[in-house]
């Protein structure tokens, strides 16, 4: 059973336009949800994580939306470019786990064309 | 600073051959060590976490096996590889109750031949 449930499954745009990827989850137990990013044979790489106390946070060009009621977070990139294409990974984990094991959505592979 | 170690980084590997895939984690005491594999455009699996020395939890049962000789060390390993190991293995660690995200390793490319 997935756990977290992420769209869509590649993702295709324009230089300087926006990438939106979209996770939902069901667990109200998960209280942390980091987004990961892969380069092609490169392990993920942590980019941006959100608590469930704020509705949105940015970093730069990458901004994490949270709707807590809707049980929906989603990914905006902001100004996107080539060197955002990469497998961008959703995740979720409830802190009481003391096993601290995230839950990933299945990736989004982004191509952003020059 | 931590760091984590994994390798080797590329392996190819007939079938029935036995495997052993190493990861060290440095900056760092008593981590949360987990093996995940990628296969070809897909997700994240979760196969072993620990947390602990000798503490082993399996997410799926399989044909590999890990252990963790010791705190910054945890190993993957396999009697008798399969073609359906192939895949993308990686090392990552994370803090205890505390979630801060999970730090990855670089991976290992694993090709059974």
């Known amino acids: 059973q997935q756990q977290v449930k992420q769209s869509p499954q590649s993702l295709i745009v324009q230089k300087g336009g926006i990438s939106i990827i979209n996770c939902a989850y069901e667990?109200?137990?998960?209280?942390?949800f980091p987004w990961y990013q892969q380069f092609p044979g490169k392990g993920p790489a942590l980019l941006i994580a959100?608590?469930?106390?704020?509705s949105e946070k940015k970093e730069g060009r990458f901004t994490i939306s949270f709707n807590k009621s809707a049980k929906q977070f989603s990914l905006h990139i902001m100004d996107s470019q080539p060197g955002d294409s990469a497998t961008y990974f959703c995740a979720a984990s409830p802190t009481w786990n003391t096993g601290n094991q995230f839950y990933f959505g299945t990736g989004t592979s982004l191509t952003v064309i020059p | 600073s931590q760091t984590i170690h994994q390798w080797p980084a590329t392996l190819v590997q007939p079938v029935g051959s036995p495997l052993s895939l190493e990861c060290t984690v440095e900056?760092?005491?008593?981590?949360?060590l987990y093996w995940y594999r990628q296969a070809a455009g897909r997700g994240l699996q979760l196969l072993f976490y620990?947390?602990?020395?000798?503490?082993i939890s399996s997410e799926v049962p399989q044909n590999l096996s890990a252990s963790r000789p010791q705190d910054r060390q945890f190993i993957l390993s396999s009697k008798k590889l399969l073609l359906s190991d192939s895949g993308f293995y990686l090392c990552?660690?994370?803090?205890?109750?505390?979630?801060?995200?999970?730090?990855f390793g670089s991976g290992t490319r694993l090709t059974v031949v």
């Open positions: 667990n109200t137990a998960f209280d942390y």
């Open positions: 900056g760092t005491s008593n981590p949360n």
């Open positions: 620990s947390v602990g020395i000798g503490q």
């Open positions: 959100i608590r469930p106390d704020v």
């Open positions: 990552a660690w994370g803090r205890g109750l505390a979630n801060y995200g999970y730090t």
